[in-house]
């Protein structure tokens, strides 16, 4: 190999790699602007929390790095090379440009964590999202938070549609693009008036028979529906179809016919005998509550906090 040669293959040894293997991190161009400003790699150490033989080890790799020496020791103190306080030089532009973009990337965070839009199915809307929200606000008092209630397929456009940054679902699966954690459990059960015939029974009722009666229904699209149908093995017969939960058991009070809900949404009920729970063996209405969120994009800031809340 020529002497050209060799002094090629030595350019391309030190410009080869990415430009981060290339430039010192900032840790290191950080300890550089201290020692130019202290004028002593022990009083650098000190002011950057670390110990004076990290201080040297790291000064010493950046001078390997770069193929340069950058600081002369000596028992009266550190004094840069002229090599070194030209380093200096562009050191402190790349840290400030470091500190501008941390600056920026802080603003993003305050904007994002000063509001929080949250998408939710009804039941978890109306008797698990008040408690949550409230224990959220002691966290971050300024953080605003809107909520939109619907059916779980509202929920998941929302969400696709950027509208939310976190949902809450009901429903037997999770819709498509989203992913999700199961946060509680819920489970559904048949009531009705206390004057209806169904309450006066002494045998339960069979799955056949609820499956063939009119019932009080939340709309199609709901968790709530989506798990009846299942259960059911078809279509469940809707007497009534109703875009809430509050209507539904309002309905179901009133003596209009029989409603399935939630355990949570008529505890109150069934306490007062406002409504009275119907026993039907052999029908799995059991149903996990799930956050959701789009696919690849777990949730951040305000988000992340309130998920945590909800598991508890």
């Known amino acids: 190999m020529s002497a050209t040669d060799d002094g090629h293959a030595g350019h391309r040894s030190v410009t080869a790699g990415t430009l981060a293997h290339r430039v010192p991190d900032l840790g290191a161009l950080e300890l550089l602007l201290a020692v130019a400003r202290l004028g002593s790699l022990g009083r650098a150490a000190r002011e950057l929390g670390i110990t004076q033989p990290a201080a040297s080890s790291r000064v010493r790799s950046m001078e390997r790095q770069l193929g340069v020496a950058l600081v002369d020791r000596s028992p009266r103190g550190s004094r840069l090379t002229d090599a070194g ?32 839009r949250v998408a939710a199915s009804m039941t978890i809307a109306e008797y698990l999202l008040p408690g949550w929200l409230l224990a959220l606000r002691a966290q971050r008092p300024d953080t605003a938070v809107s909520l939109l209630a619907g059916n779980s397929a509202s929920v998941a456009e929302r969400l696709l549609s950027d509208e939310a ?25 048949v009531v009705t008036a206390p004057m209806h015939a169904w309450a006066r029974r002494r045998r339960p009722i069979a799955a056949e028979e609820l499956a063939t009666t009119p019932l009080i229904l ?12 299942t259960a059911l093995g078809g279509l469940a017969r809707p007497l009534i179809e109703l875009s809430s ?52 994009h777990r949730p951040t800031g305000p988000a992340r906090d309130l998920l945590t809340l909800t598991r508890g």
Do not use: C, N, Y
């Open 165 to 189: 940054d976190v949902g809450f679902v009901e429903g037997v699966t999770v819709p498509a693009g989203l992913d999700s954690v199961v946060i509680a459990h819920d489970r559904l059960i």
């Open 245 to 296: 939960t509050t209507a539904v058991k309002a309905a179901a009070v009133s003596g209009a016919g029989p409603a399935v809900l939630s355990e949570l949404a008529v505890g109150e009920e069934l306490a007062m005998r406002r409504l009275t729970r119907i026993p039907v063996p052999g029908i799995a209405l059991a149903r996990d509550l799930r956050a959701v969120w789009p696919t690849g």
């Open 85 to 116: 306080a030209l380093v200096t030089d562009w050191a402190r532009r790349i840290v400030e440009a470091a500190e501008a973009f941390d600056a920026g990337a802080q603003a993003l965070r305050d904007r994002r964590d000063s509001r929080l």
């Open 218 to 229: 939340r709309e199609k699209g709901s968790g709530t529906r989506q798990v009846l149908d």
